[in-house]
């Protein structure tokens, strides 16, 4: 087990799809045979200029997603492409139908995500105040 300090910077992990990617415009079929279909996917509202501001501020961003290491490269030049700036990208995240997680911010709506990152509220905090790791 790792244990992360909280201190001022954060190390943030960041889902992909349906969170810094609208990824409607992909057929997910298509995309095992041909990586590049993941290009089709475009940022959603407000997330490069959020990551951008996060990244700045020098937390650490890392992306997470489940597409698979087979598609890690075509998914860190969509990140490039598109101006998100990061530390690591991390596909060995397992396909489910709902993450539940104690420290998870809700990355819908990136405005809200802002305000929560400042919030010392933040569900890690609380989860290490709570002697939780």
Excluded at 33 to 48: C, F, H, I, S, Y
Aim: with cysteine.
């Amino acid at each position: 087990m790792k244990f992360l300090p909280l201190g001022k910077k954060l190390t943030i992990a960041i889902d992909i799809d349906g969170t810094v990617a609208d990824s409607s415009g992909i057929d997910f079929n298509k995309a095992d045979d041909n990586p590049n279909e993941l290009m089709k996917a475009v940022p959603r509202a407000g997330a490069v200029k959020a990551v951008q501001k996060l990244h700045d501020q020098g937390h650490t961003i890392v992306f997470h997603t489940a597409r698979g290491n087979d598609c890690k490269k075509v998914t860190a030049r969509w990140l490039k492409k598109h101006g998100f700036p990061f530390h690591h990208l991390e596909c060995e995240k397992f396909v489910a139908h709902v993450y539940i997680d104690d420290r998870a911010v809700n990355g819908c709506d990136w405005k809200k995500v802002m305000q929560e990152v400042r919030k010392p509220t933040l569900p890690g905090r609380i989860a290490r105040q709570k002697c939780q790791i």
